[in-house]
Structure formats: C-alpha cells, structure tokens
C-alpha cells in the first residue's frame, strides 16, 4: 500500500536511518534490537525501523512509513515489533514527535527489578527533573506497551521509562531528543548503580531538583539551539 507522501518523509527516513547508528555508537542495544521512530509532521503518520533487519543494513528507502495505528503505507518490509506501541504513543501524546525503545544494560537491569531511578544526581534532575519511573509489565505486539508509556509519563517530567521486565522507551519532541534521553537514561542508570554498590546514596533536596530542571529546560545552551539540545 502506498499513500502520496510529503517530501517531509524523505528526510525523516533519512534522520531515523541515522539515528539507529547512534544506539549501536552508545552501546544500546545488541543485536537487531530497539528501535527509532519519527511523527511526520502533519499528517498522522509515522516513520520506524523495519523489523529484524541488521542496523549495518539499515538505510533510508527501508524505512517504513506507517499510520497512526500501525498500519504500513509505504515501505517493502514489515515494521518493528514495537509499531503498534509507538503509533499509540503519538495517539494519546502530540506533543511527542520521536520515540526510541532500547535495551540498554544498566537501565534494564533497573526495570527487571521493578524500580524506579532515584535522583541523586544534578544531571538527572536536570534531564529527567526527577526519578525515571517504571511503568506496567506488557506483552510485545499490541499497544498494551503504548498504554503502559502513556499511564506512566502522563503528566511526569521524565522523558524516559523502564518498562518492567523489558527495557527503556524514551520519548522527545523529535526523534533526536527522544535518543538523547536514552543515552542520558542509560548513563544516569549505570551511575546509580555504581552509587549503590558503593554504600548509601546522598539525597538531594526536591526544590533542589525542581531548580536544576528549570534551569537546565530553559537556560542551558545556545537560545536557539535549546530546542534541539534537550
């Protein structure tokens, strides 16, 4: 199937093709696991990794094109397994423009045990402006995992949650942001555990916290950049 699509899809395949080389550069994922995805602005559409393919061999043209309920309407390949979650992600949030669903070492191993990320550290309340929570068990292949990132970021800071017994779904303004919150999960989680393998973690005050995030949000960086650089 095929729909007449905005030349705003070329490049958005080609920004999410690129993405996916940065999880393999900040040691994310393994395998053919996780994934990126885009909303095309405008139109209820969205732009993912196709399922099972090795990311040395992802490229622009094999990135899928799906609506809104994770139906295909451009591309050769089956999408990612996770097309239904992120397609109802960007149903119930529109302010979220990228989603990114990884593995990731340190971060998984917080939501296998079921617990949230405490903030104990400038650089977390900076990005997250708090703990990253943990949100619902949930099957792979339908929305129920959508479902579970919605109930638990609705209305939170953090744009990352660890999914128990699975691994990290991060959200953004774009799909660039929604990466970034990724690595910054995946750092912030190796420190916390770090931290708690060497004793007792020192807490920080929640004014503290809610000062580092307003500070970080609207002041850190370049004016113009600040939008991209979150």
């Known amino acids: 199937m095929s729909l007449d699509l905005p030349a705003e899809v070329t490049r958005l395949r080609e ?15 393994a395998w053919t696991a996780g994934n990126v995805s885009a909303r095309v602005p405008g139109r209820d559409l969205m732009v993912i990794k196709p399922s099972g393919v090795s990311y040395d061999d992802l490229r622009p043209e094999n990135m899928i094109v799906c609506d809104l309920d994770g139906v295909v309407v451009d ?7 996770d097309t239904a979650a992120h397609a109802y992600v960007y149903r119930a949030m529109p302010e979220v423009g990228g989603v990114v669903h990884t593995h990731s070492g340190y971060a ?20 997250f402006g708090g703990e990253i929570p943990v949100g619902p068990f949930a099957l792979i292949g339908g929305d129920d995992i959508g479902k579970g990132i919605v109930a638990t970021l609705s209305g939170h800071r953090s744009p990352a949650v660890l999914m128990r017994n699975h691994g990290v779904f991060t959200i953004g303004r774009d799909a660039r942001a929604a990466v970034k919150a990724a690595v910054m999960c995946e750092d912030v989680a190796r420190t916390a555990h770090l931290t708690r393998a060497l004793g007792t973690p020192v807490p920080m005050a ?15 960086g370049q004016p113009g950049a600040r939008s991209t650089a979150r």
Not at 15 to 29: I, S, W
Not at 75 to 81: F, H, K, Q, T, W
Not at 108 to 127: F, K, M, N, S, V
């Open 75 to 81: 591309g050769d390949l089956s999408p990612s397994s």
């Open 206 to 220: 929640r004014a503290d916290i809610d000062s580092l995030y307003d500070r970080y949000q609207n002041v850190y």
């Open 108 to 127: 998984t191993a917080w939501a296998a045990r079921g617990e949230p990320i405490p903030c104990h550290l400038t650089a977390q309340a900076d990005e």
């Open 15 to 29: 920004t999410v093709a690129g993405l996916h080389a940065e999880l393999v550069r900040y040691q994310l994922v």
